[in-house]
């Protein structure tokens, strides 16, 4: 299949049962830029077991892949998932023709309007008791990962990924995560907008999508595709950080560290390499702004997804222990702590909405801002 950037043709992927090879195009090399730095512009085959990550990061995850299962039935390859999204709601730039760019892969019903998320609710519980239904309309929608129901929704000419409530929630998961996307934003991280939509306990979450602007499609690159690794793999933030530092940006550093530090206090220990990630903007690769922060009832200290170092608890001690990777010395880590507690509490605590939820769904422990105040304080003695 041919792949292409807006209308540009970036080059060629073809995909075996086992592995792929991608040629960039002639054209390409000459004006464009690599697509992932583990790919440079040259005329070589670039070679991967299995499929590039920067084509898999177009791709939806377990809810996608459940639905065009169910859809679709029999054996399906990853070209099958590739080609099987929406084009118009693929997240990043890329584009896939079969036919030299006359048409994209992907034909979808559009995108609904925001006013639809009653029906779409109604369908995704459907679903999920298992009734026989058409969820074609589901179907025509996926197009991001994850492990919840989402699907993409348009309001004012805006485009919004709407994360849906489910029937086997026990608690305010949306509200939640805006909760969580609240106190980033609060301590200067920069975060993906988010909105609460409909009524109180079955709000669904929307959150602007940060890979299009206007009519424009900006590259995205998830921090799995910039590691190397494939799914069910990991590394650690150490590690992360060495990486960012060089083939992204030391710039990006220390906006890292206080997303580590952000997910040790509200118990984030979903923070898998692709709930982070990159995009091209102006000629370089940055930090996407920040999503898919979910608080947990899992106690302080306990194993991250993504792990601070690999061999300490995941606390704000060993966060301390590695804030040189981070460009920062223990004076400026300190200050940062103090500060997100400082935020973290006026956010919680007097934030209307915030307050709220979690009066009401008992989540959050406030052994986390305690800790970190502590910690904060251990070092200055």
């Not at 040629?23 to 790919?39: C, L, V």
């Not at 000419?157 to 409530?165: F, H, Q, R, T, V």
Request: one cysteine or more; hydrophobic letters at 40%; charged letters at 25%.
């Amino acid at each position: 299949m041919d792949v292409y950037m807006e209308d540009r043709h970036v080059g060629r992927l073809i995909i075996h049962e086992k592995s792929s090879l991608f040629i960039y195009s002639k054209d390409w090399i000459a004006h464009g830029f690599p697509i992932t730095p583990s790919m440079p512009l040259n005329v070589r085959e670039h070679y991967a077991v299995g499929v590039h990550g920067i084509f898999t990061d177009t791709t939806p995850d377990s809810w996608g892949r459940k639905l065009i299962q169910r859809f679709q039935g029999g054996y399906i390859s990853e070209q099958d998932y590739i080609l099987r999204v929406s084009d118009q709601l693929r997240l990043g730039a890329l584009r896939f023709s079969l036919d030299g760019g006359m048409t994209y892969e992907g034909k979808g019903k559009g995108v609904p309007s925001v006013s639809s998320l009653t029906h779409f609710k109604l369908l995704v519980d459907a679903m999920m008791r298992g009734e026989g239904h058409d969820y074609s309309e589901l179907v025509s929608n996926v197009s991001l990962g994850g492990a919840r129901a989402k699907l993409v929704v348009c309001d004012d000419d805006k485009m919004y990924l709407a994360k849906i409530p489910q029937i086997t929630d026990n608690h305010d998961v949306e509200g939640l995560e805006y909760i969580c996307l609240e106190l980033a934003a609060s301590v200067g991280i920069n975060t993906t907008k988010s909105m609460l939509y409909g009524s109180e306990g079955k709000q669904t979450l929307l959150l602007e999508r940060f890979d299009r602007h206007e009519d424009s499609r900006i590259h995205y690159m998830s921090a799995m595709t910039l590691m190397g690794l494939k799914d069910g793999e990991s590394c650690t933030y150490v590690e992360l950080a060495l990486e960012v530092a060089d083939k992204v940006s030391s710039h990006c550093l220390q906006e890292l560290y206080k997303r580590m530090l952000l997910n040790i206090l509200v118990g984030n220990t979903d923070d898998h390499l692709k709930n982070h990630g990159f995009l091209y903007i102006g000629g370089r690769w940055q930090l996407s702004p920040a999503f898919d922060i979910t608080m947990s009832k899992r106690p302080y200290g306990a194993n991250h997804a993504l792990r601070i170092n690999g061999c300490e608890p995941d606390t704000f001690d060993t966060a301390l222990d590695v804030a040189e990777y981070f460009s920062l010395d223990n004076i400026d880590a300190q200050s940062i702590m103090i500060e997100m507690a400082g935020k973290a509490q006026k956010v919680l605590l007097g934030n209307a909405t915030c307050k709220k939820i979690i009066k009401k769904q008992r989540v959050v422990d406030y052994v986390f801002i305690n800790e970190i105040k502590a910690t904060a304080m251990q070092q200055e003695l």
